[in-house]
């Protein structure tokens, strides 16, 4: 059996489409150092500096708040993942929900960071705070709503408990609206953390019982099959010569092996 070896022999063109992507990114670092270094010195300061450091203040200062951001990154991550994963096994509804899904984790992630809907909203563009939080939850009932067939086939009930933690948050803020040092405070970002754990644990089980269908399928897939639906037609070095049936070349997978559910649940794929 021959063996291919892809990390040598790299033509011109490979490694372009392997540079692009960092020259883009550092293209981008590369802009945003350019308008931090044209502000003020105070400013610059404070967009390249730790907040801690700059405050003087402890090192645990928005500890669980960090914490929380990091949630949502992880929630996105394994949203665009699974997306990705679905996509390249031919997953339509199952990408669209996680895709869409991402796009609600980025705008969630974004809101938390840079405190749109609390300060950026109210203080720079004028819009309360009780409207920017409507909109955004808005978004994540659009969300819901629309994806809702995609969304019971999944662990529905991790989904809720973040909905419920988030919800409760909401209703703590608007009703009491603790301030520092206040006890319903706990009560607020508590249950915000809790949801934001809840909310990243759902969507990285649902990513991987994705993404481990998609895996299974290919699996019980004829090689063939599973490359060119994938990548397209195989290369022609690759591409088989004979024995297109597996039960013909002896495959130990033999006849009648299908594809694997869309979700470990054993629903049908998409």
């Known amino acids: 059996m021959t063996t291919i070896e892809r990390r040598t022999h790299r033509s011109p063109r490979e490694l372009v489409r392997v540079v692009t992507p960092l020259v883009l990114v550092w293209t981008v670092g590369v802009a945003v150092l350019a308008a931090v270094a044209g502000q003020g010195a105070d400013r610059s300061a404070a967009l390249l500096m730790d907040p801690t450091f700059l405050v003087g203040a402890h090192w645990y200062t928005g500890l669980v708040s960090n914490l929380g951001i990091l949630g949502w990154t992880v929630a996105l991550a394994a949203a665009a993942a699974g997306a990705w994963a679905s996509n390249i096994g031919g997953r339509r509804k199952a990408s669209v929900f996680l895709r869409w899904g991402a796009v609600v984790c980025a705008l969630l992630l974004v809101d938390d960071l840079f405190q749109l809907h609390a300060i950026v909203a109210d203080t720079y563009l004028r ?116 024995h297109a049936d597996p039960a013909e070349s002896g495959s130990p997978l033999g006849k009648g092996q299908g594809a694997a559910p869309a979700f470990s649940g054993g629903r049908p794929a998409d």
């Open 127 to 242: 819009i309360p705070k009780s409207v920017a939080t409507t909109a955004i939850a808005l978004c994540g009932a659009w969300w819901v709503l629309s994806q809702r067939r995609e969304i019971r086939r999944t662990h529905v009930h991790l989904l809720v408990a973040a909905l419920v933690g988030l919800a409760a948050s909401l209703v703590v803020d608007h009703v009491i609206d603790p301030i520092p040092g206040d006890g319903w405070l706990i009560a607020e970002d508590g249950a915000k953390f809790l949801g934001i754990l809840a909310w990243a644990t759902y969507f990285v089980v649902t990513a991987a019982d994705i993404s481990r269908s998609v895996l299974r399928q290919a699996l019980l897939t004829w090689p063939d099959e599973a490359f060119d639906a994938a990548f397209g037609e195989a290369p022609g070095d690759l591409a088989p010569t004979e």
